[in-house]
């Protein structure tokens, strides 16, 4: 009997870690998903950076036409 209850319990052990497994994936695409959702803010420097490029594109544009 005590093979019987063996398996049994070793049966649950296994559908345990394979339900806490199966949560742990589910919680990491959730958390994946709404990463994905959120637009990537730019720190103050990328901000900078970018204005200082397009500046740039328009005084190129402007030398061109002059």
């Known amino acids: 009997m005590s093979n019987l209850s ?3 319990e070793d ?3 296994s559908k ?3 339900s806490a497994i199966k949560t742990d ?3 990491a695409l959730d958390d994946w998903a709404e990463l994905e959702k959120q637009r990537p803010t730019l720190s103050p ?3 900078q950076l970018v204005k200082i490029k397009s500046i740039i ?3 190129k544009e ?4 002059f």
Do not use: H, S, Y
């Open 11 to 13: 049966q649950n052990k």
């Open 62 to 65: 402007k030398l061109e036409n």
């Open 45 to 47: 420097d990328e901000e």
């Open 57 to 59: 594109g328009q005084l």
């Open 16 to 18: 345990q870690r394979w």
């Open 6 to 8: 063996d398996k049994t």
């Open 25 to 27: 994936l589910q919680l």
